[in-house]
């Protein structure tokens, strides 16, 4: 029932930034997961942050690039994206979990409410 509505995505060139926004209502309240498809590839878990406790997964291959973090006044996540990569191309969709509380878990079984995606493109 929790309504996301992500934003941020856009066209972009190799090495350069964007921020996506995932916001709904008493966010906190929730676990919230970032998750990316590409065509002709798995879904795959980008990172999460936990209900409480600043637990946070990244997957190996956005570690040290990507940041997810809260901010609980705007009622949002975040995740901001550094020196992206043409790898990086995918739907970013974010997604919240209203069970998992000290830890968040990189696998989609676990979410419940899903947003409408945002494009992230890296191209020359």
């Known amino acids: 029932q929790l309504q996301l509505v992500e934003s941020g995505g856009g066209l972009v060139q190799p090495g350069d930034s964007l921020r996506l926004s995932c916001e709904a209502p008493?966010?906190?309240?929730?676990?919230i997961g970032w998750f990316r498809q590409a065509p002709g590839k798995e879904r795959e878990a980008v990172s999460c942050i936990s209900k409480w406790m600043d637990y946070t997964l990244y997957t190996d291959s956005v570690k040290g690039r990507f940041t997810i973090s809260r901010d609980n006044a705007k009622n949002a996540v975040y995740l901001q994206m550094n020196s992206l990569k043409p790898e990086d191309t995918a739907l970013y969709t974010c997604?919240?979990?209203?069970?998992?509380?000290?830890?968040?878990?990189?696998?989609?079984?676990?979410?419940?409410?899903w947003g409408q995606g945002t494009q992230v493109t890296v191209s020359s």
């Open positions: 997604a919240a979990d209203a069970t998992s509380g000290a830890a968040c878990r990189g696998v989609d079984v676990f979410y419940d409410s």
């Open positions: 008493d966010i906190n309240n929730y676990s």
